[in-house]
């Protein structure tokens, strides 16, 4: 079975700093995708970034990147000049590169500072 | 572009009340799932269906049922709901070519007393 873990449930950031959320996860599978999804108050969930677990390179979005560590099973989230509109819920997914279920982590709340 | 469009928003329901939460989509994908978020433990599969005509269990389908009604909408029926299905429901698509690309409605905020 596949878990994912975010173990910060909340956290802030001032405006214009850089913030990391972490996520780990467990699986016996080789090939896989990692995933972060925005939720914001409104309660759609948005793709944030991606990233093949075969890719030994790090995903990149504009201000959004991660730090993806295959041997530890760790995937974070680096979100760059935080802006007010990055407020939102942010949940870790993982998905096997065989099928199309998904396992989210519990979610982190990120509150960006003005 | 309306993508993936549930209803109702909300809804209250008594305990053994029976009712449908309605999905469709308007991007063509093959997959189509229902999720419900509860606080403290993410997003939890209920059902998936990975083309018209198909339907599978997800992690947590006890007390539901689905039915893929043609490809764009697939729909989520409680027969006799219990408090403990009081949860956000989300129903989400996905092209089988790109099935890492979830598409998510906007969710069903379901209470049931």
């Known amino acids: 079975a596949q878990t994912v873990t975010q173990s910060q449930p909340e956290m802030s950031v001032q405006e214009a700093e850089t913030v990391t959320l972490s996520c780990t996860y467990d699986t016996s599978e080789n090939n896989y995708y990692l995933f972060w999804y925005k939720q914001p108050p409104s309660r759609q969930m948005i793709l944030v970034i991606r990233?093949?677990?075969?890719?030994?390179q790090n995903a990149t979005e504009n201000r959004f990147s991660v730090n993806f560590q295959k041997a530890a099973k760790s995937f974070s989230l680096k979100i760059s000049d935080s802006q007010l509109g990055d407020t939102a819920m942010y949940f870790c997914?993982?998905?096997?590169?065989?099928?199309?279920?998904?396992?989210f982590g519990t979610g982190t709340s990120l509150t960006v500072i003005p | 572009n309306a993508g993936v469009t549930q209803t109702p928003k909300f809804q209250v329901l008594k305990t053994g009340q029976s009712m449908t939460l309605q999905c469709a989509q308007d991007m063509n994908h093959n997959s189509m799932y229902w999720y419900r978020q509860d606080p403290g433990m993410g997003l939890r599969l209920i059902y998936y269906s990975a083309s018209e005509g198909t339907t599978d269990k997800g992690e947590v389908p006890n007390g539901y049922n689905v039915s893929r009604l043609n490809k764009r909408e697939f729909s989520l029926r409680l027969e006799s709901a219990a408090p403990s299905q009081t949860s956000v429901y989300f129903c989400a698509s996905s092209e089988t070519r790109e099935v890492e690309k979830l598409f998510f409605g906007s969710g069903t905020q379901l209470s049931v007393l």
């Open positions: 997914a993982f998905m096997k590169n065989t099928g199309n279920q998904f396992y």
């Open positions: 990233q093949e677990a075969y890719k030994q």
